[in-house]
């Protein structure tokens, strides 16, 4: 099968881990299809880049799934543009956020979140609200680290999650952490061997309920919020000049 | 003082309509400034409308901030764009979902809304559980108008949401009802002596919300999730062929 | 228009400052007729200083109603006796508690209230709650300052004010302040400088949501909980004795 | 023991029959003193009979403490005054309405409360919310039979209650029934029987709650809301005019 | 009237320290029918020792109705089995650990449970939850004892339970404390005289809950969750060599 | 990797349906060990039956870790013993009922449950409410049809199943419908075709989560309530003549 994964800010290196990070999470014969949103941002913090992002981000997955692909994954933990894309698609699509959470539910009655910078948590609550999460959710922690910060320097990062992680164990009594950035997904196996709970990331965790939703023939319901547009008397097309062709890494 | 409201489609007889129930609205010293969002679709229904809008409707916004407006209105009834628009502007923005819904409380324990097409029960779900109001709303109710038909016959669609508020009385136990479309605004008036509750209406109650806040010298809190966008290491601009200069209707 | 606002307690100084702020706060157009409940308590302390409270303030808005007040405001924080209040007036009523509550929650997406003693916070909370805003609540906090302290030493009492707001903001996550008693009204442009957030006060903010409201044409609904009441077989009247003729302050 | 019953309004048959029916329930051993409030409406429906029932109320509270009573029962399935009776008393107090709806979760997993007239629905929905109740009640109906049309034809309001427990079973999923008015404490086992499910009746549940609470040496908590109320710089009494003393129907 | 206790675990001197805490809260009149769960775990900490107690205390609970009880007490603080004994017993059924957490709501707004180890937390939150009480309760904590350390040194576990409630009261806002654990029961006293709030056990709150219902009249609902099973179409028996005879201690 | 499912009755031709749909919904290189607990009750319907089971699941899949199980699915729709089950096992498990409640939430806002018995009802509401997914539930429905009658005659059980499906989209606004016992997984696509909606089924899903969670490393945390039991001074064991050595289907 083709699973989509669509990083929707226009950092190359970013895009690069996540596509390496899905690869490396997809079983065997599930291909990974990656796309970047060149229109985008190069990071995504906080609501203004994450509503400049979605409409290349819509654009991005109409192709994917021109290209084939069956379910479709979003790599920013703030699952940007999520329920306009399940409105648009055919196939199954999921943000790396709702994926991390709803796996770690699976081993733990009570799980934190370990995120980037403050301006996020109210986005993220608010989505785990929305997904029905929160009252599984002990906390969700800031790090303070910007999204590129993870890139420039992985190891004062690590410690700088690790730390946090330690807190959110001690204080908030968390059983499991997902890492809430797609950047982070690097340091899951250390941190749980580190802190001796289950730490969960985003990208693999979305990679796998796409297979698992394809292998169970599951499309995303058309009933209710997630109707496809209606078509409109006067057109309205993608504005040209918006979105960039997304690229597709090797 | 100036406010602004925006309407976040494309469609000028909205645009139109909407400035005028505005400027009825307010009061006397109070300069609306109105501004139509040209790359906007026609109508917004749903989510992939709502997001297609975003981007066209904080420039808009940002426009209007230039021009002088201390307090901004988003003149649909999903509110579209309000959190980056709050993150965005320095003063305080409202959407008119919000507003009507914010109004009814004032005079009523419970109350209904009334909408258009099913595909937004959803996002006003979500709208009015993230603003603490789900509490206080008995229910959501669609009409099955599309938004232009309120346009192209207006007694029509005056006598299906007269249908529709009967039904929220009666079987929800609403004690006052939110017409939930901005397009509805005209109808307010009537609908509340024939059903003898009160009827709230969004464009009005946006406009007087915003004058108090502005009259009591209220800003968006810029601490926490309403944090104004970092500046990016590479640059981020709006894309330029995707906003028209938005025009004031006269 | 005329606006009533009432002090349920019958301290004459508090009423004056109250009445003050109201008048600061009101519109060109506005006037404000202020009373005193001289059957009620010195201040409003817990629940039974707020019980013994309403009758007399049923009374002195059934004056103010007669005296022509389109609306009217309680100003006690506790919004003693406001849904008796919305039953037996026909014109819209809120307390200061919920006015600044409400307002808010038009510029941050959670906030704290600071009020006095200890014993208020769970009749806060509860008033909260049954507004729909317990979830946009981040703390309410008491600063264990008597009412009647803040007239007596307004220095100290800012002051410890204050360091309850930094407290708020820095462990609760607090984006804006409401100030939970109708005797800290002066203090609130300083204290936002000083804080850099927000900091919402109730008199002002009931009084612009009133006129907000009478502007509007909203008179609150009379199906459900705020149904007058029914003509009893046999007569009850308001105890003579109870409740003195209420005074204005010029 | 001694616990105390206090009819909040003022009409003596209803004080006769709560009388009796408590004295009915009592332990061998447990002295019911039975009060009525003689400055209170004939019944009580809404807020403002409630609101203005409270201050004698409150009086007959304290002399029933004078004559010895360990325990407390407010005879108005709204909970009259509940909260500031236990701020201003030692032994603990209930209302019927608390008492029956916590006696029906001990034998229901989901119970729904059939009352008086609209009005008072909003009344008991808060009331159960506060006490942690209302996830528990499948419903509050209301059967439109104003308070005192109980007494006038008894036959006829059981009737109509027995009409509204057929429509909880069947529609709402009730397992048990609460009887939501003190007059309706005589109908409790036929309407059992003929409906097979539990009917749960106030005043009968009160008394034995308290016998229990005596039993077990608890007295209410005085950390927090129910904190007795501080003494006052400037005096205030219980107005004279207000409050008769309360007779003790023999 | 005959009321049956079962300790759900197979520790005699904590059957009978349970037996002797019911027989002293007992009133005259009422005998209680003491159990033991042969078959149980020496003692219950978590889901497995739970889980598998529930059969042979399903036994002892048919054996006592047999024995003429109507109504029973299930005495572990985690309500082990408690609604499938609900289902298959005619009289009411209560756990003590339900039971002492309705007692608190009637002298307190807010409790905080101190029970055991903190494998037991997540159990008692999900029952408080499930019995609609979790809004009232403030914390719960766990004091790391083991439940068979608090018969080994009763009085290192009581300083150790102290110490938590001196938390509870000063950290969570706790205006009543409940014992979470049968074995506790004989600390009560003296912990709310030392600590100034009401501190309820289970097995005495239990017991007058008991006797409360059965005077009342009341059983269980056999309408929803609580219906008896169905008879099987293959017959299905209580495996004979799980459980023991279970025993009455004098 | 080796995947195992336990009926936790003992119906053989149930487990047999069972061990098919896992089989048929397994990856390539996942075995499916089916084990069944010939001392557990024919079927499982309501609380009784579900507590009598749990000692001989658990035991099954104590066995089914021994023969090298890396995850566990308990084939029952009321996730029969599953926080015991996780409590003791290493690897993670999941109930079916959860599984197909969270592939749900994946393609749908509001999912409906259809089940057998009403008595089953409540039990579903609990596990939906405390996997944190009662928001998105629209509704659980008794179909009213036994569980063996899912067997006896499938074709008019397949028609009930319809008839209620239909009416959780009509009624109660179901995007989704999740199929709520095991031996409902034959009719899952029929159903899905017939009428329009995704339809899941909680064997299927059960076993993809697995997978997913066995390929992501996860395991259940030990921290908080699934922490393994502890050692007790005297010792416990399975009952020897409680479980039957549960049996592999070929």
């Known amino acids: 099968m083709r699973i989509s994964i669509v990083n929707p800010n226009s950092t190359r290196s970013m895009t690069e881990t996540i596509a390496l990070a899905a690869r490396q999470a997809a079983a065997r014969g599930t291909e990974i299809l990656a796309y970047q949103n060149d229109a985008g941002p190069v990071s995504i913090e906080g609501h203004v880049d994450g509503a400049l992002a979605v409409p290349g981000l819509l654009h991005a997955l109409a192709i994917a799934e021109r290209d084939g692909a069956e379910a479709h994954v979003i790599a920013c933990f703030d699952d940007t543009g999520l329920e306009a894309a399940r409105s648009v698609l055919?196939?199954?699509?999921?943000?790396?956020?709702?994926?991390?959470?709803?796996?770690?539910?699976?081993?733990?009655?009570?799980?934190?979140?370990?995120?980037?910078?403050?301006?996020?948590?109210?986005?993220?609550?608010?989505?785990?609200?929305?997904?029905?999460?929160?009252?599984?959710?002990?906390?969700?922690?800031?790090?303070?680290?910007?999204?590129?910060?993870?890139?420039?320097?992985?190891?004062?990062?690590?410690?700088?999650?690790?730390?946090?992680?330690?807190?959110?164990?001690?204080?908030?009594?968390?059983?499991?952490?997902?890492?809430?950035?797609?950047?982070?997904?690097?340091?899951?196996?250390?941190?749980?061997?580190?802190?001796?709970?289950?730490?969960?990331?985003?990208?693999?965790?979305?990679?796998?309920?796409?297979e698992a939703a394809v292998a169970l023939g599951l499309k995303t319901a058309k009933r209710g919020g997630y109707a496809a547009p209606r078509l409109k008397d006067r057109g309205f097309v993608y504005p040209e000049g918006m979105v960039a062709e997304p690229e597709l890494p090797a």
């Open 90 to 210: 055919a196939g199954p699509v999921i943000g790396i956020g709702e994926a991390a959470a709803r796996m770690a539910t699976l081993v733990a009655r009570r799980f934190s979140v370990v995120t980037t910078l403050s301006v996020s948590v109210p986005i993220l609550e608010d989505n785990l609200q929305r997904a029905g999460l929160s009252d599984l959710c002990a906390s969700v922690r800031a790090s303070d680290l910007p999204v590129l910060a993870l890139e420039a320097d992985p190891e004062a990062a690590e410690r700088t999650i690790s730390a946090e992680i330690a807190r959110a164990v001690a204080e908030d009594g968390a059983e499991a952490i997902v890492l809430g950035c797609a950047g982070m997904a690097g340091f899951a196996q250390a941190l749980s061997q580190e802190h001796g709970v289950p730490v969960v990331e985003g990208v693999s965790s979305a990679v796998k309920l796409m």
